[in-house]
């Protein structure tokens, strides 16, 4: 679950959306290249099987898997854009990620010894986007990976005194010469093995986004480069989990113009229990519109701002008209950020704006809000 700060009345400048923009699409192109090419390759080897006759279920999976960091991607992005700040109750334990992203690098790169230790106390959690602190042990292991002779550790620790976690990953490579330490942060600077130097700038950036710092040093105990990522310790406790069924009962009305978005939410929402009405591309007229709301007698609506030929936020202008009670009870789909004329209406309605793709747990946390606070 995510909150927005409040914009100012007139909203950020064009320059400073299109710079927002460049800084965040600069840091995200090395990880999304990246993962492209890794489903990529298992989408062929997944092909290539099922023409074999096999049911390529692991490279499916797997695929899945990576379609999923793809999408966190661009949530981040659009996120960041729209100057969202993570819930202070939203918390994330790094020891799971940090295995996670060490299963993701041996599968993708060559091979190599990982070994992961952890020193801290049970429960120990940071805040924030889970996605932002695998990218950045991803990558830092994906760097360490080209470097390493053959051992990579991983070390999960408290600071000393100051009660911050500590993630490092050192290696027994050649280690970063001490006059670069400071510079292979910046983007395009590369190391001896040369490589985009997009790499640890993203982490750079990755890791500000969760509060934290990135420091380069030596490997005291492999020899070659260690690298430290600080970040301050959660002192909230993590939200109680949702239960399975969390719509259960309820019937949500969906209404966007893509018949396979539709379908994908309906399915998605059905398994939560809801029952689901899809309407598609909105070309009935004002009457008919409100006839489609009173007859699926909805207890939330999902309301694409694109539906073709009217906007989503013409048709909650109608339902705050005709159906106001409805009309609170609205969560808009948006493909579009900050600065697209449609966008910007719809977040001065007041009304929830998620971006696709969909992280489908917020939406329907979204969902279950609307219907119990209206």
């Known amino acids: 679950m995510t909150t927005r700060e409040s914009p100012s009345p007139e909203g950020p400048g064009a320059e400073d959306r299109l710079g927002a923009l460049g800084q965040v699409a600069g840091e995200l192109i090395h990880d999304m290249a990246n993962l492209v090419a890794v489903l990529d390759g298992r989408l062929r080897l997944a092909l290539g099987e099922a023409r074999g006759g096999r049911v390529p279920v692991a490279e499916l999976e797997r695929a899945v898997d990576g379609c999923g960091d793809l999408a966190a991607m661009v949530r981040d992005v659009l996120a960041t854009l729209r100057r969202e700040v993570v819930s202070p109750e939203i918390v994330m334990y790094p020891e799971p990620i940090a295995e996670r992203a060490i299963r993701r690098t041996l599968d993708t790169c060559r091979p190599v010894e990982i070994r992961l230790a952890s020193t801290l106390p049970a429960g120990t959690a940071l805040r924030g986007r889970s996605s932002f602190l695998y990218r950045a042990i991803g990558n830092l292991l994906a760097n360490a990976a080209r470097h390493a002779a053959s051992r990579i550790r991983v070390t999960l620790s408290l600071a000393d005194g ?34 985009t130097g997009l790499g640890l700038s993203s982490v750079t950036w990755t890791v500000a986004q969760l509060g934290g710092t990135v420091h380069a040093s030596a490997s005291a105990q492999l020899g070659g480069a260690r690298i430290d990522m600080t970040f301050p310790v959660a002192t909230a406790l993590p939200s109680p989990a949702r239960p399975l069924r969390l719509l259960a009962g ?26 689901v009405v899809e309407a598609a591309a909105v070309t009935e007229t004002e009457d008919q519109l409100v006839d489609l709301a009173i007859r699926s007698i909805p207890d939330a609506v999902l309301l694409d701002l ?41 977040i001065r309605t007041g009304q929830r704006v998620l971006p696709k793709p969909f992280d489908f747990e917020e939406l329907a946390t979204a969902l279950h809000s609307v219907i119990d606070g209206a």
């Not at 911050?164 to 050192?170: A, I, N, R, T, Y």
């Not at 705050?320 to 808009?332: C, K, T």
């Open 250 to 275: 309820r019937r949500v009305l969906v209404m966007d113009d893509n018949g396979d978005v539709r379908r994908a939410l309906g399915r998605y929402l059905r398994r939560l229990g809801a029952e």
């Open 306 to 346: 694109n539906l073709g030929t009217r906007s989503g936020v013409d048709v909650w202008t109608l339902l705050r008209d005709r159906l106001p009670r409805l009309a609170a009870r609205v969560v808009f789909l948006s493909g579009v950020g900050p600065g697209d004329t449609v966008y910007d209406e719809a």
């Open 162 to 195: 100051d009660g911050k976690v500590v993630v490092s990953v050192e290696d027994d490579g050649p280690g970063i010469p001490a006059q670069l330490r400071e510079e292979v942060f910046r983007p395009l600077v590369r190391g001896r093995t040369g490589g």
